[in-house]
């Protein structure tokens, strides 16, 4: 690999070939109750305590000022907490740093506060430890970090070692939700001008769809349910592709069977950009029994959740593999998400 390839970028996360290189070698002591470390494709790390289950992730606290604070504590908290809950344990505890600009007026914080205070409660969370200050040379978007900690019994725990042939998959609300919800609410001008003052109302509203802390806890109770992922960075493509390279196995994917919201295709169309190779906070991906996929799907639609089996586990010699009206090709990962082009764009 070209040592090009290995570079941190001017902004955005570090590729992977420099995480292999420089972070992976050097994780600190090994210990047996390590059951899963760092690893591409999942988005949690497992420790074994007693005969519990600890399932932790780190990550920013965003904050976006424009969203207003409230909204945008909603969805900095939601971003801390999809990655954990994937794991199929239960989240329950939140440590959390916040790193402040000099700027923030403490109505806003208060703001804030009252929103994370919120989200925990509905969803059970208690708030266990954290650092709270103004700094110079903090800036938003990013206001600190947070970690997020799920516990429970090792029969809960997914992950892509209860990965196996013949599982299908299954996929929540389509591709795109964060690429919709959040350049809606960001841009409305820009969608106004694009498709009128309807379409932006439509796609500024699937901003709440940007979370999977509601899909992830019906698919808790399906015990076939052996792996999620939420489609984050480089969209449906590049998360699947993730799930793929983490378990090592093949897929089959039907790109005719992803459902796809009306507003979502109209902002791909508009914006011309490909809507399963941007960032989607909010579609889950989940690997689950043959025997149980419908079930899963039936549950999601009680819960007035958009899903489908769009796909299938093959072995990893088969590779992975996107038909389309009868067409096959590989399943590579995009590498490059569109959003941030458009964000930058939108912003001139």
């Known amino acids: 690999m070209p040592k090009t390839a290995e570079k941190l970028p001017e902004l955005g996360k570090a590729p992977a070939a420099f995480f292999d290189r420089v972070i992976y070698p050097r994780l600190g002591s090994d210990d047996a109750d390590v059951v899963i470390g760092p690893k591409h494709g999942v988005d949690y790390g497992v420790v074994r305590i007693g005969n519990k289950y600890v399932a932790t992730s ?178 449906v493509w590049g998360g699947l592709s993730e799930m793929a390279q983490a378990g090592r196995y093949g897929l089959r994917i039907y790109e005719n069977l992803i459902p796809i919201q009306p507003v979502v295709k109209k902002t791909a169309d508009l914006f011309k950009f490909n809507l399963f190779c941007a960032i989607s906070e909010g579609t889950l991906l989940a690997i689950v029994d043959k025997k149980d996929a419908d079930g899963l799907v039936a549950a999601f639609k009680r819960r007035g959740i958009v899903s489908a089996a769009i796909g299938e586990v093959v072995p990893g010699k088969k590779g992975q593999k996107i038909i389309r009206d009868g067409a096959e090709r590989i399943l590579k990962h995009p590498g490059v998400d569109p959003y941030w082009a458009l964000a930058a764009k939108f912003s001139q």
């Open 58 to 235: 780190t990550d920013p606290f965003f904050i976006v000022p424009s969203l207003g604070f409230s909204r945008a504590a909603w969805f900095g908290f939601h971003i801390i907490f999809c990655d954990v809950a994937v794991s199929g344990l239960k989240p329950k505890y939140l440590t959390i740093d916040l790193n402040l600009p000099p700027e923030m007026k403490e109505s806003e914080l208060e703001e804030i506060w009252r929103t994370v205070h919120r989200e925990a409660r509905k969803y059970g969370i208690s708030v266990i430890a954290g650092h709270t200050a103004r700094y110079t040379g903090c800036h938003y978007p990013m206001v600190g970090g947070a970690t997020s900690i799920a516990i429970g019994a090792k029969k809960d725990l997914r992950g892509p070692f209860r990965v196996k042939t013949g599982d299908q998959v299954v996929i929540t609300k389509g591709p795109a939700i964060e690429t919709t919800g959040l350049l809606a609410v960001l841009f409305p001008a820009k969608f106004i001008a694009a498709g009128g003052d309807a379409f932006q109302k439509d796609a500024a509203a699937v901003f709440s769809q940007m979370s999977v802390m509601d899909d992830c806890a019906i698919a808790r109770e399906i015990p076939g349910v052996h792996a999620m992922h939420d489609a984050t960075e480089c969209g």
